[in-house]
Each structure stands twice: as C-alpha cells, then as structure tokens.
C-alpha cells in the first residue's frame, strides 16, 4: 500500500504522538479554567458584592416609603407599588430583582476582562511565540494561567477577582497559537488538519472536567477558621484550588518538547540576514510585515472578523447557560438543584462541543474551509436563538443544551485548522495570535454589551408601555436576559458575511 493509500495516523512517529498529546494537555487545561470559571463566576459574585445588598435594601425601602405617602419617587419598581398593600414581600422581590442584575452586570465585568487579558497576553506570546520559540512559549503559557487560576480562588473583593482572571486570560490566550503553530508544523502535510482538529475536539474534554469539578464542589462550603476567607471556604474557591494543579504536570513534560525544524530554519535565516546587513523580509514575529504586507493583512482582517463572529456569540450567548438555568429555567428550584443541574448541563454542552468540532473537521475535508464554516455560522445563529429564547422547562435542557455547545464550538475546530493555514513560518504564531486575541478585544464588547442590554431591557421593560407593545403582538415581556442575548447572538451574521472573502486553504500547502 503506497504511502497515499495509508490511513493519516499512520504516518505519525512517536515524536509527532508525543507533541499532539504535549499540545493538547496545554490547550485542554486552559480550557478547564474556562469552563471553572463560567460555572463559578455568578457564585462568587454573589459572595464578593453581598455588602452591596445592604445598600439595595436601604434605597428600596426609602422608594417603597416615599410611593406609600405620595412623594415623588425615581425608583420604577417603586412607582409600579403606590398602594397601602405593599408588602415586605414585594420589597424584598424587588431587592433580589436588582441584586440579580448587579450580579449579571459585575459577572460580564469579569468576564469581558478575562476577555481582555487573553487578547493581550495572545498578542504577547504570539509575537513570542514566533521570537522565541513555539515550546518555550507554551511552557510560558501554562505557568501564566496556572498560577492565577490559583490565586482566583483567594479573591476577596469582585475588583481583585477581576484582575486575576485579566491576569489568567493573558495566559489563556497565549496557549493556543503557541499550540497550534507547534502541531502545524511539526506534523506531515496530510496529518495536519486531522491533528489540529483533534487537538481543539479535545479541548471539550478539559470544559467536560471543569464541569464534573462543579458538579462535585460548587455546593460544597467547608468551615475555616474565622481569619481564613471570613470563617469559611466556598465550592467556587475550591474549583479555582483545582484549577491550579494540572498544569504542572504538562510543564514538566515540556522540557522533553523540541523546537520544529521549520522554526529553527526561519530563525537561522533570520539571524544570517541580519548579521550580512540585508534588511531582510524574513524577521521572526513582525507585526509590521503582518500588517504592511496586502497579502497578510487581508488574511488578518479575514480571521479577526471569522474569530470575532465565533467568540463573541460563544461568550456573549453560548457561555451564559448557567445563567439561563438557574435564574430562568430553574427560578424555582434551591439553588442545590440549580447548580447540580447547571454543572449536568454543562458537561453535556460540552460532550456537544466536542462532536460539533469533530464534525467541522470531517466536513472540512470534503466540502472546504469555507462551506464548513457557512454551514456551522448558520447553525449557530438557529440553536441560540431557540434556546435563550424559548427553553423553559426543565427536560428540554438535557437535549437543547448538547445541541448548543454542537453549534457554537463548532468553528472554533475551523479556528484552530484555519487560522495556521493563513501565514508563513515566521508569521504563523503571530498571525495566528493576533486573529484569534485581537477579535478577543472585540469579544469583550460584545460581552459587556450584553450585560448592559440586560440592565437596559430591565429598565425598559418595566414601563406600562412595553407591556402594552408586547400584548399588541400577543406575547408577555421577555425577560431582560432572554433578549438580551438574542440580540447578541446575531453577531453570527457578520461570520457568514466574512466568508465570500476569505481564501480557501483546503489541499494546500502553507505560505512561505
């Protein structure tokens, strides 16, 4: 049997076995502290602003006070309630409806910054990455987020969890171009896209433990002593704690990681042009030629907007099902069964996940880059409207859930074969970092955004007027979120926008 005719894995020698496993441990622990801190990011927001819930309750009763005897209030929950009847009740339906929301809008604070250290800390080690070396970088990577996925869980203020998790995400966002640009090269021509394909599918695994970390912790609250985080630990402290230690593991198995032949030799013309005073096109990491040359630039902007598409609607929309669960699906439930249920469903989005990036990496291979991506982006946009927008019952979440994660994660399999195939050697690091961080920036927005529609819908929402526009057409209001996210998650547009421009790499060889 020719060599054509074998299977792609066969191929691979133990050397190329070993940097796929090496990549994919560091590409699916950083995934781990995604999926840890999206299930703990509402519970430690509640424990960190709970001083500010004495603060709501003083403004609500003063509102409250003011509407019994006439006065003029500002307070809209307070103008809905003119009446002798209310009751404490209602006050305290009133506090836990903006405590709720300032938990919502401090939780997408610490998400869009985590947002924002990964697109940092990728433009960094991206250009390092190129400079130093892909092994040297991802060691780096792993060290970054480790340690302040660690020191996450000592938070004692929302301001100092925020800067961890900035800290974290530079880490984070490093981790995969280094990672990506390792296996790219290192693998022979017909393995690559399997491989890089399988390393972003296993990255599910890591959220699928995160998940299962959740399921076992988050409920858990062990007594300390009083001068120990206030007299005692929460489950969400812990899952950080575990957070921590994986990495190591990966870190001391990188010492055995070499550099790609193809990284040594752009680094040693590099080197012989500079020493004969050439000004030489061949500088490792320039974002310069990234962005002055018409070809690079083009692919550039290409993957920013692709990647911008994919992240925002995974963390503005896709990565808000714990939210979506507990305080709309499962409002009702003890907050036990909505973080059991929670971490369940999770770790099925996950499993989805998994699949969904396998699946783009099949399709790929016949079909292309472009028509995997236009088939995923449209899915996306179908699944996450129907399920922020009208899942509500507590069995549709063990089959709607799985079919999110299948939709949204789906493209990031195309990320992570594509984003490589754009650049040449001595950009790859580089230009893969800077698509996949810089749309990172821009993912923060979108985050934040949605955090400020909820605030926003809230308000409007709760005037007589939008109840009489919503009853025009049949319907009841929507809860703020619900729209709130459905309105993000038509970012999914500008992905199919994008794609009459892209290249289509499929069957070819990468630049030089």
């Known amino acids: 049997m020719s060599q054509a005719q074998l299977p792609w894995y066969r191929e691979l020698s133990g050397y190329h076995w070993f940097v796929f496993v090496i990549a994919t441990l560091g590409w699916m622990f950083d995934c781990l502290d995604q999926r840890l801190f999206v299930l703990a990011r509402s519970r430690a927001m509640e424990e960190l602003l709970e001083p500010r819930r004495a603060e709501i309750e003083q403004q609500v009763m003063e509102e409250f006070a003011a509407a019994a005897t006439g006065e003029q209030s500002t307070g809209d929950d307070a103008q809905a309630v003119h009446t002798p009847q209310s009751s404490a009740e209602q006050q305290q339906a009133v506090v836990q409806r903006r405590f709720r929301a ?61 800067l961890y998790r900035f800290l974290t995400g530079m880490g984070v966002g490093g981790a995969f171009a280094a990672a990506v640009s390792l296996v790219a090269e290192v693998m022979p021509p017909r393995a690559r896209p399997h491989t890089l394909g399988l390393l972003q599918s296993f990255s599910a695994l890591g959220n699928i433990t995160g998940s299962l970390i959740g399921l076992l912790l988050l409920p858990v609250v062990l007594t300390a002593p009083e001068w120990l985080l206030g007299g005692h630990i929460a489950g969400w402290r812990l899952m950080f704690a575990v957070g921590f230690l994986p990495a190591v593991l990966v870190v001391i198995a990188m010492k055995r990681l070499k550099e790609p032949e193809s990284w040594l030799a752009a680094k040693a013309a590099a080197k012989a042009a500079a020493q004969s005073g050439q000004p030489a096109p061949q500088k490792l990491g320039s974002l310069a030629e990234l962005l002055g040359d018409r070809r690079w630039r083009k692919h550039t902007i290409i993957g ?33 069964v909505q973080d059991a249920i929670s971490s369940v469903a999770t770790a099925l989005q996950d499993v989805g996940a998994f699949f969904g990036m396998l699946v783009f990496t099949f399709i790929t291979a016949y079909i292309g880059r472009r028509g995997a991506f236009a088939l995923c982006y449209l899915l996306c946009l179908v699944v996450v409207s129907m399920v922020f927008g009208f899942m509500s019952q507590k069995w549709q979440v063990y089959w709607m859930i799985p079919l999110l994660g299948f939709a949204t994660l789906s493209v990031f399999g195309g990320f992570a074969i594509y984003l490589p195939e754009l650049y040449p050697t001595r950009l790859r690091s580089t230009g893969t ?11 923060a927005v979108g985050v934040f955004t949605m955090g400020s529609l909820t605030v926003l819908y809230t ?25 709130a996210t459905v309105t993000v998650a038509m970012i999914f547009l500008l992905g ?16 030089e």
């Open 433 to 443: 970092g800077f698509c996949y961080n810089v749309a990172r920036y821009l993912t």
């Open 102 to 162: 300032a938990v919502e809008f401090y939780s997408s604070i610490a998400t869009a910054m985590l947002l924002v250290g990964w697109a940092t800390g990728g433009l960094l080690f991206g250009v390092l990455g190129d400079r130093l070396g892909r092994a040297k970088t991802l060691m780096l990577t792993i060290l970054t987020y480790s340690l302040f996925t660690g020191l996450s869980g000592i938070s004692f203020h929302w301001w100092d969890f925020v």
């Open 304 to 336: 920013v907007l692709l990647v911008t598409a994919g992240a925002v609607g995974l963390w503005g929309v896709g990565f808000w099902s714990p939210e979506l669960i507990r305080n709309h699906v499962l409002k009702d439930e003890p907050k036990q």
């Open 459 to 483: 308000w409007l929402f709760s005037k007589p007027a939008a109840e009489r526009f919503f009853a025009f057409f049949g319907t009841e209001v929507p809860p703020p979120f619900r729209a």
């Open 496 to 511: 199919l926008a994008v794609l009459p421009f892209a290249p289509e790499t499929k069957d070819k060889p990468l630049p």
